[in-house]
């Protein structure tokens, strides 16, 4: 635990460890301790190096970047980009991470078990723990930047979003999505999906068995499908679970 510890410090103080790789050798526990992400959007502090769980797990991770008072005022200490990684530079890859099912994860707005916000690689990560969001709530990253790509990734952790954009995978993607699934329960209010909850980029090989819950622009794979930035590709996707959406814009797979 002291040395992940270590990496969010340095990160978090300015070394982005640009050409650097990190490799876990072993599960970690970090002990129910309140984490704070690897890498600030204060001062442009992007993790830039590469990340390599090695299949082991992170158990005892504890994110609560959302706190709000009885009357809905936002507190301090909430904050965007919340996940094990807080944003992936473009030069970033992180790969095969394991979030463990004991893991607490409340987020407020580009939140993902992996990763909040990347423009990097997120590669053959997992996640088995529950995961809950406002805004741009995914179960491995809440929002792929365009030229970010994620690939090979699992979600098996429910994710529920109190506004917009939430995704089995991804909250929202801009960049690439692909060979990835969701075996867990989805809920949102408007753009869900058991992939992604939209997107503007490409998604393919996406494939969802779970039960996905929305209000509007809800579907199997991605709630809603846009032809931005040139793309808006959805190729060889499938759902087979239910899709329950009181409004006529959801849809099996988009």
């Keep these: ?53 090695a299949g082991h797990r992170i158990k005892g991770l504890k994110i609560d970047s959302y706190r709000v008072s009885a009357s809905g005022t936002l507190l301090e200490g909430t904050y965007n980009y919340g996940g094990l990684f807080h944003i ?39 996640n088995y723990a529950a995961v809950s969001g406002v805004q741009q709530t995914g179960g491995i990253v809440g929002y792929i930047e365009q030229g970010g790509a994620v690939s090979g990734c699992y ?22 999505l692909a060979n990835s699934q969701n075996d867990a329960d989805i809920t949102g209010t408007k753009y869900v999906g058991g992939v992604a909850g939209a997107s503007a980029g490409s998604v393919s090989f996406g494939v969802n068995s779970a039960i996905i819950t929305g209000d509007e622009y809800t579907g199997g794979v991605i709630g809603s499908n ?29």
């Design 226 to 254: 846009s032809a931005g930035y040139s793309m808006g590709d959805v190729t060889d996707c499938l759902s087979s679970g239910f899709v329950i959406c009181p409004e006529s814009t959801c849809g099996g797979v988009v």
């Design 155 to 176: 979600n098996a952790g429910t994710v529920r979003g109190s506004k917009d954009y939430t995704g089995g995978i991804a909250g929202q993607n801009m960049g690439t």
């Design 88 to 126: 992936g530079a473009p030069e970033s890859v992180i790969k095969n991470v394991v979030i463990d099912s004991d893991c607490r994860l409340n987020f407020y707005n580009q939140s993902g078990a992996i990763i909040g916000y990347t423009e990097g690689r997120v590669e053959d990560c997992r």
């Design 1 to 53: 635990p002291a040395q992940v510890a270590g990496l969010a410090k340095m990160v978090n103080e300015g070394n982005q460890l640009r050409g650097v790789t990190i490799k876990l050798n072993n599960d970690i526990d970090l002990g129910n301790a309140v984490w704070t992400p690897i890498g600030q959007v204060e001062g442009a502090k992007y993790f830039a190096g590469t990340f390599d769980g």
